[in-house]
């Protein structure tokens, strides 16, 4: 069996020596904190060099969509009075199995756009948003119901998420978008409950959302 000489007093490292290189991991530790941790993760850039990097507006994007998803968690369990509430329409009698379809922004859907002019909104709801500002809107529905809409953002963009709630405790995540101001789509949901959208302006202009939507829904809410 072999074993290793013991370093003699001598061949250990001095107690300056440790305290160097403490102060130079220290150190070190303090620089990749506020060039690289802190832009990237938290969007806060004291030195500049996050931004020359790129790692600011990665960090802001992070602390944007953690906002938001708070944001939106808060209001899924909220109790609060509905701000408007309409008449429903009157209801569909071709009711398919449950399904969901969205037109992407650039290629609107031929068939919804079809659709429209066969049928006018059943309501319009319009609301400005100052920048940093959030809204959202539910309409209640039941499974198998049918509801087409369209949003549009002028001037300026808005964050989104299209989501739904169910009364049994059902949830869904339809669609998440960025920089928009277009979107439009259709939904035939699988659980009865609240459905809608959540904005927040994140352009620098103050934003007029106007949301058009029409189908078998028995009020529209807005709940922010």
């Known amino acids: 069996m072999y074993n290793s000489d013991i370093p003699s007093r001598a061949e250990l490292p001095s107690a ?12 070190t530790a303090m620089i990749l904190l506020f060039t690289v941790v802190l832009p990237s993760e ?31 968690a808060t209001l899924a369990t909220s109790t609060e009075p509905a ?14 199995a449950p399904e969901l379809v969205t037109a992407d922004a650039s290629q609107p ?19 400005q948003l100052e920048p940093g500002e959030a809204a959202e809107v539910k309409v209640q529905m039941t499974a198998g119901a049918k509801l087409v809409f369209e949003w549009i953002a002028d001037p300026g963009h808005l964050n989104s998420t299209w989501h ?9 995540t339809y669609r998440n978008g960025r920089a928009e101001n277009f979107r ?7 659980f ?12 620098n ?6 949301l058009n939507v029409r189908g078998n829904y028995s009020s529209i809410k807005r709940v922010l």
Not at 205 to 210: C, G
Request: proline content about 5%; some cysteine; hydrophobic content about 35%.
């Open 184 to 190: 439009e789509g259709e939904l035939i949901p699988s």
């Open 42 to 72: 938290y969007g806060i850039d004291p030195t500049g060099v996050g931004c020359m990097l790129g790692l600011t507006a990665m960090g802001e994007i992070k602390q944007q969509l953690l906002e938001e998803a708070e944001q939106e």
């Open 83 to 96: 701000e408007v509430v309409v008449t429903p329409p009157v209801p569909d009698t071709d009711m398919s």
């Open 109 to 127: 859907s031929e068939s919804l756009a079809v659709a429209e002019t066969e049928t006018a909104w059943d309501d319009t709801l319009v609301i």
């Open 192 to 203: 009865d409950g609240r459905h809608g959208w959540f904005w927040r302006n994140r352009s």
């Open 16 to 27: 300056e020596r440790l305290l160097r290189s403490t102060l130079i991991a220290l150190v």
């Open 205 to 210: 202009d103050t934003v007029t959302l106007t």
């Open 164 to 172: 739904g709630n169910g009364t049994a405790g059902e949830k869904a």
